[in-house]
């Protein structure tokens, strides 16, 4: 998938990978796509939560080798 922004939050825990998307994604226009990679187990439920609170979508999310690689676009 094709993305405009990267964020590494690999070795963050609980709530750091939220708090770095939302200031990534508030430098980026409407429509565009950031990858977010984070090792945190329980970020899967929190960028569920953050997609429906924000209104920016949650493309899709994987786990590879203990990392999970979420797409998000910006409302």
């Known amino acids: ?3 405009d922004k990267d964020l590494d939050a690999r ?3 609980c709530p750091l990978p ?3 998307a939302k200031k990534a994604l ?3 226009t409407s429509g ?3 990858r977010i990679v984070a090792t945190d187990p329980g970020s ?8 429906k609170q924000t209104g920016n979508e949650l493309l899709s999310h994987a786990e590879a ?3 999970y690689t979420f797409f998000m ?3």
Request: charged letters at 30%; zero cysteines; proline letters at 0%.
């Open 1 to 3: 998938m094709n993305f």
């Open 11 to 13: 070795g963050l825990n």
């Open 18 to 20: 939220i708090l770095r």
């Open 26 to 28: 508030a430098d980026m």
């Open 32 to 34: 565009q796509v950031l």
């Open 44 to 51: 899967v439920k929190d960028f569920q939560a953050f997609s």
């Open 65 to 67: 080798n203990k990392e």
């Open 73 to 75: 676009k910006r409302k």
